[in-house]
């Protein structure tokens, strides 16, 4: 996973706009990839969710994208809701228990 | 289905004194809980995982002796801070593992929010 840093990157939309998330990963042996959101104040929620035998999920308003290749991870929100503002985590398990998160993306959403 | 509580939701208290946070799994079975914590901005480090009727297995780094974790039955884990200090100030959060699944899907608590003054 990633190294936890000290400030968190911002991605500033407007409402309706498309948004892209991206997160890199460093275990080439990790099988099982998360998405999370987290408001302010409340723990982690599940979002959506890819086995390492895809490279794309699609939810509701939501897509996972997911490059083995290269190690990454995507997350798009189709047309942005306000209520989408919050932090977003990557997560990654690689056949433990454990999930490994990535440093979370802030995302806010203009109305 | 599928939820967790935590409790206390928040808690302030004074330095040198112990504080216990529980971590219940309300409609199912956790075999296999854990323990994040989160410093404001930044992401959730695992601190241990906590199996049912066995001892906690803590990551690198974190002292089992000041986190006294207690997984006494499948739907409670109780992680207590022992000589709390100010830098112990954090965003507890919980997580809880169903058992039997094929993946390890993770269900998370709302937190716990600790003030160490």
């Known amino acids: 996973g990633e190294s936890v840093g000290l400030h968190l990157p911002t991605l500033s939309v407007q409402e309706g706009d498309n948004s892209i998330i991206n997160c890199a990963y460093s275990?080439?042996?990790?099988?099982?990839f998360i998405w999370y959101k987290q408001e302010s104040g409340k723990g982690p929620q599940f979002i959506i969710d890819?086995?390492?035998?895809?490279d794309k999920r699609q939810g509701q308003r939501v897509t996972v994208l997911l490059n083995k290749t290269v190690k990454h991870l995507s997350l798009q929100i189709a047309a942005t809701q306000p209520g989408d503002s919050a932090v977003y985590f990557c997560?990654?398990?690689?056949?433990?228990?454990?999930?490994?998160f990535g440093k979370g993306t802030m995302l806010l959403v203009s109305p | 289905g599928a939820v967790v509580s935590q409790h206390p939701s928040w808690v302030i208290c004074k330095s040198g004194t112990s504080v216990k946070i529980e971590c219940r799994s309300l409609?199912?079975?956790?075999?296999?809980m854990f323990w994040y914590r989160q410093f404001p901005k930044q992401s959730l480090m695992l601190m241990a995982t906590?199996?049912?009727?066995?001892?906690?297995?803590?990551e690198q780094g974190v002292e089992k002796d000041k986190f006294l974790i207690n997984h006494a039955s499948l739907t409670l884990s109780t992680l207590t801070v022992t000589s709390a200090h100010p830098e112990d100030s954090s965003f507890y959060i919980c997580?809880?593992?169903?058992?039997?699944?094929?993946?390890?899907?993770?269900?998370f608590g709302p937190g716990t929010r600790l003030t160490v003054l």
């Open positions: 997580s809880a593992l169903i058992a039997g699944r094929t993946y390890n899907e993770q269900f």
């Open positions: 275990n080439s042996a990790s099988d099982y």
């Open positions: 890819i086995r390492s035998n895809m």
């Open positions: 997560a990654e398990n690689s056949g433990y228990s454990t999930l490994t």
């Open positions: 409609d199912f079975q956790a075999t296999t």
């Open positions: 906590s199996n049912e009727g066995s001892k906690a297995t803590y």
